[in-house]
């Protein structure tokens, strides 16, 4: 019995004394980084993948912006900080030129956690700047006028003009319903005057509000 104890206790000894504290020194070289968008924010709202390049990824943050990566998400870069919302609902690249990026602002859910949209972006250098196409202030008139929309040419659908001004004007009337069912599901807005005479009437409404003496402002040299 007493060679048993002292066995124990010698393998205690000597395992306790094998053993090394773990101290600072040990980590010094681990550090926290930013690997993508699921660290902040990490709503994921749509990823668009570079069909002539599966490297190249977009991924629409629900409230983090547009992120892109080069080499199939061991690192992103954030490339819609500039605009002037963060909510993003979809995006998308135009199947015939990459570099071409389409980007949904707002997000289709409800919630406290949601933030605003104010339209449809468009890129044509891969994410490197940014336009507004329009759904913000841009309404179509005189959408079930036959006669107008054949005298201009579907050129009274602007909505659909500044979202695919590459489209020939005359399928303007079919492509508004897909933008319509579009924006609805985004809950984007989308304006439209039921006369041409209508649009004019609130242009010029607009611009006299817009130059009104208490909105207005003049810079001094």
Same mark, same amino acid.
């Given at each position: ?62 409230? $983090? *912006?547009?992120?892109? &990566?080069?080499?199939?998400?061991? =690192? ?5 900080? @500039?605009?002037? /919302?963060? +909510? ?37 250098? $891969? *994410?490197?700047?940014? &336009?507004?196409?329009?759904?913000? =202030? ?5 959408? @079930?006028?036959? /006669?107008? +929309? ?72």
């Amino acid at each position: 019995m007493i060679g048993v104890v002292f066995n124990i206790d010698a393998q205690r000894r000597k395992s306790s004394a094998t053993t090394n504290p773990i101290d600072s020194e040990l980590f010094s070289n681990l550090k926290f980084r930013n690997i993508g968008p699921a660290f902040m924010s990490g709503r994921i709202a749509d990823i668009a993948i570079d069909p002539t390049n599966e490297n190249v990824w977009y991924v629409a943050v629900g409230s $983090g *912006g547009v992120w892109k &990566t080069v080499n199939a998400g061991t =690192t992103f870069e954030p490339i819609f900080d @500039d605009q002037p /919302v963060y +909510s993003i609902g979809c995006v998308t690249i135009d199947p015939s030129n990459p570099y071409t990026i389409w980007v949904g602002t707002g997000e289709n859910v409800g919630g406290r956690h949601a933030g605003f949209g104010d339209g449809i972006y468009r890129s044509t250098d $891969g *994410g490197a700047s940014w &336009t507004n196409m329009g759904l913000k =202030t841009t309404c179509n008139y005189g959408m @079930d006028d036959k /006669v107008l +929309s054949w005298f201009l040419g579907g050129l009274n659908f602007q909505i659909e003009h500044h979202l695919f001004p590459e489209i020939c004007h005359v399928h303007y009337p079919a492509v508004s319903k897909l933008v319509q069912q579009t924006v609805k599901e985004f809950e984007l807005p989308y304006y439209a005057f039921p006369s041409f005479g209508a649009a004019v009437a609130s242009h010029f409404k607009h611009m006299k509000e817009m130059g009104s003496a208490k909105d207005l402002k003049v810079q001094v040299a």
